[in-house]
């Protein structure tokens, strides 16, 4: 079995950075969406990426965003990739891969069998699909990805996902030995499970994923 990686999101002090870093995150995420309490400036992340440089990789979590600040983000931030986690078409996904010059994570929100087999449009242009959880039509305030909820993992075995797919969608510590036993993702994400409240990472919390995952793999 291949060891699978992790990824951090939603990280926004330098130190949740240094945790995660040091405990051997092998991507980090940067959320560039006003609304998400996960939010951070361009010039919070420039400071978050370098300490980040050459020991992680580095991912801009964008939802719909303008080409103005994609050009921005990959010019001053410089990431290793874009997660696009809005309702980019596989047209707009080329588009940005095209403008950045930067790999594209793609986000597939799923609740269904039907969510998953939408990822069948971006295998050729995306560059990693990142299944997460489709948050509930009653949860108000809901936001594209970090609400904490996961879905049937199940659905991706029936679905021929892509290879080295990423995993996302209220995983924690509990919960994330299970994951990687009945799923073939190659890449954990998490987020909210690593938060002692919205945005507010917990330190212990990240290093314990990481050793559980590393374990587990």
Same mark, same amino acid.
């Given at each position: 079995?291949?060891?699978?990686?992790? /990824?951090?999101?939603?990280?926004?002090?330098?130190?949740?950075? $240094?945790?995660?870093?040091?405990?051997?995150?092998?991507?980090?995420?940067?959320?560039?969406?006003?609304?998400?309490?996960?939010?951070?400036?361009?010039?919070?992340?420039?400071?978050?990426?370098?300490?980040?440089?050459?020991? =992680?990789?580095?991912?801009?979590?964008?939802?719909?965003?303008?080409?103005?600040?994609?050009?921005?983000?990959?010019? /001053?931030?410089? @990431?290793?990739?874009?997660?696009?986690?809005?309702?980019?078409?596989?047209?707009?996904?080329?588009?940005? /891969?095209?403008?950045?010059?930067?790999?594209?994570?793609?986000?597939?929100?799923?609740?269904?069998?039907?969510?998953?087999?939408?990822? $069948?449009?971006? /295998? $050729?242009?995306?560059?990693?699909?990142?299944?997460? #959880?489709?948050?509930? $039509?009653?949860?108000?305030?809901?936001?594209?990805?970090?609400?904490?909820?996961?879905?049937?993992? #199940?659905? %991706?075995?029936?679905?021929?996902?892509?290879?080295?797919?990423?995993?996302?969608?209220? %995983?924690?510590?509990?919960?994330?030995?299970?994951?990687?036993?009945?799923?073939?993702?190659?890449?954990?994400?998490? =987020?909210?499970?690593?938060?002692? =409240? @919205?945005?507010?990472?917990? %330190?212990?919390?990240?290093?314990?994923?990481?050793?559980?995952?590393?374990?587990?793999?």
């Amino acid at each position: 079995m291949t060891t699978p990686k992790v /990824k951090i999101c939603g990280l926004s002090t330098p130190e949740a950075m $240094d945790v995660a870093l040091e405990n051997g995150a092998d991507f980090i995420g940067l959320v560039f969406f006003e609304p998400s309490p996960r939010n951070v400036t361009i010039a919070q992340a420039q400071a978050l990426a370098e300490q980040a440089r050459g020991r =992680s990789k580095i991912v801009a979590l964008t939802v719909d965003a303008t080409d103005e600040l994609l050009l921005e983000i990959a010019s /001053k931030v410089q @990431p290793d990739y874009i997660q696009a986690h809005g309702s980019e078409t596989p047209e707009r996904i080329a588009e940005i /891969k095209k403008k950045t010059g930067l790999p594209i994570i793609k986000a597939i929100k799923v609740r269904d069998r039907a969510d998953v087999s939408k990822a $069948d449009a971006f /295998k $050729d242009i995306a560059d990693i699909i990142l299944f997460d #959880s489709k948050a509930p $039509d009653d949860k108000l305030n809901a936001l594209p990805g970090g609400n904490g909820i996961s879905f049937d993992w #199940s659905l %991706l075995a029936s679905a021929n996902p892509p290879d080295n797919f990423m995993l996302s969608g209220g %995983l924690d510590v509990s919960n994330v030995v299970q994951a990687v036993i009945e799923t073939d993702a190659g890449i954990f994400d998490v =987020s909210t499970g690593v938060e002692t =409240s @919205p945005g507010e990472k917990d %330190l212990a919390a990240i290093k314990n994923f990481i050793v559980a995952m590393r374990n587990a793999g």
